[in-house]
């Protein structure tokens, strides 16, 4: 079999870098240059990890099956995202997410930035996999086990799960927007009925059901807490040393997805936001607010036992931590401007009572 091509370094970090901020810098120049955004955005972050996984496994010369498998997981993640989300923009006409920073260079620019870092972090597990360090190649290195483990069958069951959840809720949610134009109408069929955000969930277990496939190259399965989190504990096996310490550590690329969208950009923004606008603007607030306490945040979870379980689990082990619940008398416009009036009334009132 032959040797892995070594680009730079052993571990095809500063190449997959310099090709991940090219290919982004070079969609960047088409939309900032001609305002042009139906090409760009998501679709460039999609396929960039396609372009990320082909290259890493071309890469490896030989690859084995494990890595062939892992790579072909990460190819059909980013296409299928890529594709959705360039059908999507064609049929709504933008990236509403740009507007008022189209003509704003750096505000732009951090935007593409932003986007560089996601898809090299979130690569991280396959780049690994596929470089030099990782291969256990040579008379003098153990061979790797075989393909088709129970690690592996996990790995292979939880994309599938995962694939097929983000797949039929993504499109789910985009047949009931398109048909729902007045913001009343509430999403709680399917996917939706167990879960508010189950195309979150199935990202998230997207990204961590890789670990088997990484893992299993030298060592035993462990589960994390929640079982539908498949994290492996890289033990003995012919990978060892920093390469043993280097697959160890991508396990950071899945954590900043899902801190991504559970503290930045997917959650903290559809949450509140959602529930404020639905309860200032009159749209369905009562039922919306009885489909917020009967129905998971992420977890998917029979809505007829969730909507009886104490606050305290579902503000646990369900996620649904206070920053995303929307409390009328705290967080709507409403309720601020009566609270301000009220103490300007009671200013006035002291006022004249000095008087």
Not at 165 to 177: G, H
Not at 294 to 319: A, D, G, M, N
Request: aromatic share 14%; hydrophobic share 45%; charged share 20%.
């Amino acid at each position: 079999m032959a040797n892995p091509v070594h680009v730079l370094d052993e571990y095809y970090l500063a190449i997959t870098l310099l090709v991940t901020v090219a290919y982004q810098l070079f969609f960047f120049s088409i939309a900032f240059r001609f305002k042009f955004d139906k090409l760009t955005g998501h679709f460039a972050g999609g396929t960039n990890f396609v372009v990320l996984a082909i290259l890493t496994l071309a890469l490896s010369r030989s690859p084995d099956p494990r890595q062939i498998v892992a790579s072909v997981f990460l190819v059909a993640w980013g296409l299928r995202l890529s594709l959705f989300l360039l059908y999507r923009v064609l049929r709504t006409g933008g990236d509403r997410r740009f507007d008022g920073t189209r003509d704003r260079f750096f505000p732009f620019l951090g935007f593409w930035a932003f986007q560089m870092l996601w898809v090299w972090t979130v690569s991280l597990p396959v780049t690994v996999l596929n470089s030099p360090a990782a291969a256990a190649r040579g008379e003098h290195r153990p061979r790797q086990v075989p393909f088709g483990t129970g690690r592996d069958v996990a790995g292979v069951v939880l994309f599938a799960v995962g694939f097929a959840m983000e797949s039929a809720s993504d499109a789910q949610k985009f047949v009931f927007r398109s048909r729902n134009h007045d913001g009343a109408a509430i999403c709680d069929r399917g996917f939706f009925g167990w879960s508010r955000h189950p195309n979150y969930f199935g990202e998230i277990i997207i990204q961590f059901c890789r670990f088997p496939l990484l893992r299993s190259c030298g060592g035993t399965l462990t589960a994390a807490a929640i079982y539908m989190i498949c994290v492996s504990a890289a033990a003995d096996g012919p990978v060892g040393g920093q390469a043993f310490k280097a697959l160890y550590a991508t396990i950071v690329g899945p954590f900043f997805l899902t801190i991504l969208l559970m503290f930045v950009s997917g959650l903290p923004l559809s949450e509140r936001p959602g529930a404020k606008k639905r309860y200032e603007n009159g749209l369905n607030w009562e039922a919306y607010q009885r489909y917020l306490h009967r129905t998971s945040i992420l977890i998917p979870f029979p809505p007829q036992i969730y909507e009886h379980l104490p606050t305290v689990v579902k503000r646990t082990l369900f996620l649904e931590f206070p920053m995303y619940v929307f409390d009328p008398a705290k967080h709507s416009d409403a309720a601020k401007n009566q609270e301000t009036a009220g103490e300007q009334r009671r200013s006035g009132e002291a006022l004249r009572d000095t008087a």
